[in-house]
């Protein structure tokens, strides 16, 4: 740090009159010495920790050991809550709470006397709700990754938290699975501290974070309840101090070449489609001009290497003990920007160029990977005239180019009321189209795109259909299933005018989802097609319904786009 350069606290902390007073005195009920206001660093660690999130439900712990780092480094750690979303928990979905919570981190950081700060995440949304956030003050910062819970292991069976879930209902229908069964599978998934240990939508977030340059090199495949983990921990704390000495700032991390490492990453991982969505909407805070093009030209022709549910067959603990993150980037080597700085002050090149891999297996190489392309495929088409994305490691390859009947569902409800009647004219080779589950929709975009089939046609053994919805799906879910379609059916698509019957064509090769009708009929259903009623009329959701834009802009607010940066010309006196 350039001497003259004042920290940012000090503008709290540094003055001789009433506001210097104001700003120490009640602060020093906590028990702080006097040396700590004189110039030390003072790091926000920003805790999404929560009982009701209980993939965060260890950040408290996990704070502490930043702290100590924090301490050793010179630093002044102080701890705060943001708002914290937890999966499994809360309705009707924690992606219509992500960028309230990314609000509160912002001015959370913002309002208070910090100099860098510390983002400790874990569950899906609690990772891209805080760096976004962050973005829009631009403080430097580092995230601190909870960490994947240990195997699943369940009668004999490795489990994938997450992935177990889509396979119950088949279990339920075709093996006579019951209540006891399933209470035991319950705590048997689910059997350490730590997120999903797929490589779902929270360890895609942490590949990300990693990926991006934002966490220390190593810290994203390591469970949360390895020691390793706790001494990454605490060296993120160290590192912090010397970030803010160094003025490495989110901005001068996160460029477009990092964006683009992340996408060929995720690829490359078999991570989650939700990493489009959040991406964006990241680069949108920060101010880098990604488009949903970009990860389909980025990432397509990236092989994948890493063989992990959903995808493919293990689960995080396993990706730690073959080499973890390390050896896929090594691997990547020149598809990625090998020169991108990261939160070490190292670049990715120099972060990766010792890791080894323990098990191939596990993590492929580029010349035998597990499939030569991975990746996102984004589709256009009349159906999705804003584009619409489907993961293809993840889809069956006979429906990959498929024409077929729609079964349309006008609601979630409307497609839990009928599914499994017996009477629904529906066999394997019609395109389940689910309406109503988009950002504004539902509202909050939540993860049902990847419905469950037909009671009656999962008897009859089959595993996958083409399912095309405005909606997300689950990191840890696999099938032939059409995301992110947009516009949305809410807001007026074609989406929205798709009738029982019609044909539906989807080819993945030529990226193009259709609907098969004249632009005569298309045009005619457009014009008498009314929107419906907005699902709230006051409180966050009406400014959510007011201001978000749609899934290929990220799902952020509008107003929220861009940053602030980090400086508060007024006082409170
Ligand atoms: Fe929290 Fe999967 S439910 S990470
Ligand atoms: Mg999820």
Known sequence: MSEERKLRSQEWFGGDDKMGFVHRSWMRNQGYPDDYFRGKPVIGICNTWSELTPCNGHLREVAERVKRGVIEAGGFPLEFPVMSLGETIMRP????????????????????????????????????????????????????????????????ETIGSGSFNWLIKEKQTNEAFDADDLREAEICAARSIGHCNTMGTASTMAVMSEALGLTLPGIASLPAADSRKRVMQQLSGRRIVEMVKEDLTMSKILTRQAFENAIV???????????????????????????????????????????????????????????????????????????????????????????????????????????????????????????????????????????????????????????????????????????????????????????????????????????????????????????????????????????????????VEQRLLQLEISEEELARRKAEWRA????????????????VEQAELGADLDILTGKSGSTVDRDLH
């Open 265 to 507: 990453t995720n690829a490359a991982v078999g991570g989650s489609t939700n990493l489009i969505i959040h991406l964006t909407a990241i680069a949108r805070r920060i101010g880098v001009d990604l488009r949903l093009e970009d990860f389909d030209r980025l990432g397509s022709g990236v092989p994948l290497l890493v063989n992990l549910m959903p995808s493919g067959k293990f689960l995080m603990e396993e990706f730690c003990y073959a080499g973890g993150l390390g050896v896929v980037m090594k691997e990547l080597g020149d598809l990625l920007h090998g020169g991108a700085i990261t939160a070490n002050g190292q670049t990715i090149a120099d972060n990766y160029r010792d890791a080894k891999c323990y098990h191939r297996e596990v993590i492929a190489t580029r010349e035998a990977p597990l499939q030569p392309s991975a990746g996102i495929a984004v589709l256009r088409g009349n159906l999705c005239e804003n584009g619409a994305v489907i993961k293809p490691s993840a889809a069956t390859p006979a429906l990959m180019k498929h024409t077929g009947r729609a079964v349309v569902f006008e609601s979630m409800e409307d497609y839990h009321a009928r599914i499994d009647d017996p009477e629904l004219d529906i066999d394997a080779d019609c395109v389940i189209v689910l309406k109503g589950v988009g950002p504004r929709g539902y509202p909050g975009m939540p993860e049902v795109g990847n419905v469950d089939l037909p009671e009656k046609l999962i008897r009859q053994g089959v595993k996958d259909m083409v399912r095309i919805s405005d909606g997300r799906m689950s990191g840890t879910a696999y099938g032939t299933v059409v995301l992110h379609v947009s516009p949305e059916s809410s807001v007026g698509g074609t989406l929205a005018v798709v009738r029982n019957g019609d044909r539906i064509t989807l080819d």
């Open 532 to 547: 419906p009623e907005p699902r709230a009329t006051r409180g966050y959701v009406r400014i959510y319904l007011d201001h």
């Open 93 to 156: 979905t924690t992606m219509l709470f992500r960028n309230l919570a990314s609000m509160d981190t912002e001015e959370s950081i913002r309002a208070n006397p910090l100099d860098g700060v510390v983002l400790l995440t874990g569950c899906d949304k609690t990772t891209p709700s805080t760096i976004m956030g962050a973005c829009s003050v631009d403080l430097p910062t580092i995230v601190v990754p909870g960490g994947p819970m240990l195997n699943g292991r369940f009668r004999g």
